[in-house]
T-cell receptor
């Protein structure tokens, strides 16, 4: 089946630093989503991307839908302690019974104040 | 805001018990999903439903069943709980617009189930 490779697996950064993480696949996706999960909670949707090449921002977060449709990137600028959590990418395909999202395994972000 | 609620945050059950996990969404979404989340394995889809009384198997349906009698409610049933079903269970919902799916899924807070 489809698989997403999310990297890095974990990051330890200082408050104020910028962060980059990405997801890659050998499969093409028509949709890329980015979620954040706090400990003991469900994932919260951060950004949704529907067009190849699309660049979308949500506050200090910026995500891009790769032009090949096989990858996506998430950047966090000027990190703060509440950015701590696990960030997941998810790729979606459309048409027929291909309804579902394929999730990456997550990037654990730790921010040192 | 979309709100997805799950009946319990924490649950402890014994092996062999029948377990019901309930999920309710208040945004009139057509699609509802059940996932389990395990360290190192990520989120895995158990079942989903795109309409009342409709259900489709996900990637790991064995040992589980589901029920969707009302649009807002989706239940996950463990017929006979086993220790390998100890996990975090997440419910999600999404909207189905005319002309195609919206892939944004909105998650509940999760139920951490321990089977002893």
């Amino acid at each position: 089946g489809q698989q997403l490779n999310q990297s890095p697996q974990s990051m330890f950064i200082q408050e104020g630093e910028d962060v980059s993480m990405n997801c890659t696949s050998s499969s093409i996706f028509n949709t890329w989503l980015w979620y954040k999960q706090d400990p003991g909670e469900g994932p919260v949707l951060l950004i949704a991307l529907y067009k190849a090449g699309e660049l979308t921002s949500n506050g200090r977060l910026t995500a891009q839908f790769g032009i090949t449709r096989k990858d996506s990137f998430l950047n966090i600028s000027a990190s703060i302690p509440s950015d701590v959590g696990i960030y997941f990418c998810a790729g979606g395909t459309q048409g027929g019974s291909n309804y579902k999202l394929t999730f990456g395994k997550g990037t654990l972000l730790t921010v040192n104040p | 805001d979309v709100k997805v609620t799950q009946s319990s945050r924490y649950l402890v059950k014994r092996t062999g018990e029948k377990v019901f996990l309930e999920c309710v969404q208040d945004m009139d979404h057509e699609n509802m999903f059940w996932y389990r989340q395990d360290p190192g394995l990520g989120l895995r889809l158990i079942y989903f439903s795109y309409d009342v009384k409709m259900k489709e198997k996900g990637d790991i349906p064995e040992g589980y069943s589901v029920s969707r009698e009302k649009k807002e409610r989706f239940s996950l049933i463990l017929e006979s709980a086993s220790t390998n079903q100890t996990s975090m269970y997440l419910c999600a919902s999404s909207l189905n617009l005319a002309g195609g799916w919206r892939y944004e899924q909105y998650f509940g807070p999760g139920t951490r189930l321990t089977v002893t």
